[in-house]
C-alpha cells in the first residue's frame, strides 16, 4: 500500500477489503499472493453522477476470473467422470483377455486373472491378505498402479490398466503375472476362453 494513512485495508482470507479515510485519496496498492502479482490504483472521490454513480464512475467490488483455471478444472471433472464410468463398467466385468500366466510365490498368485481390454481382474484365495500390485515398464523399473477391491466380489483386485506384466508384492513373497495376449492397441484374445462363466486357473503355471 503506498498511502497507508489515506486507506484502510483489512485482507481477510482470499478476501480483501479497503475503504478511504478521506476525501480524494489516491494512491497504489499491490498483492503478492503465491501465484500471482496484482497492481491496483486506488482513487476515492465523489461521484460526478450525483447520488446515483454510473458503474464506470464507482466500483464496490473486483472479481478475477482465470480462464485457464477454470478449462483445467473443468477437464479434471470430466476425467474423473469418465473413470467413474470406466469403473462402473468393472461392476460387472464381460472378459475378453484370459490368456495369462503366472509364477512365484504361491502366497501371492491370483487363482484367477483376466481384463476387459480396460482393467485387470486377480481373484486371490479367499480372507488371504491383498498384495500390493505394480507393472513393470519398459526399462524394467516397476511403478505402484491404481486399484481397488470390487465391492462385489471382495477377493478380487482390480487393476486400472491393461499391461503386459504385473508384479504381486507382500512382504519377502513376490509372484509375476504375465499377459500373454497383450496388445498396447487392445487386447487380442488368442485363448477362444472369453465366454462368462469360463475360467483358466493359473496357479502354479510357468
Known sequence: MGDKDAWEVAPVGN??????KGDDA???MTVITSRRVYNFELSAHWSQNGAHPHPNDMLFQVNFRYPDEIAAR???????QRLQARLNQ???????NWNYWAKGSEEVTPSKAF????????TFDNNAEMPAIY??????S??????HIDPENPDTIVVHKVARQLVM???NSVACIFNESYDPEGVTNDTGTTIPGVERVIRGSQ
Open 90 to 96: 468393472s461392476d460387472n466385468p464381460v472378459p475378453a
Open 135 to 140: 507393472v513393470v515398464n519398459p526399462d524394467g
Open 115 to 122: 481384463d476387459n481390454n480396460q482393467f485387470t481382474f486377480l
Open 169 to 171: 508384492r507382500k512382504g
Open 26 to 28: 489516491t494512491t497504489n
Open 74 to 80: 473443468q477437464e479434471r471433472e470430466a476425467e474423473a
Open 15 to 20: 478476501h480483501i477489503f479497503i475503504k478511504p
Open 142 to 147: 516397476e511403478s505402484l498402479v491404481n486399484t
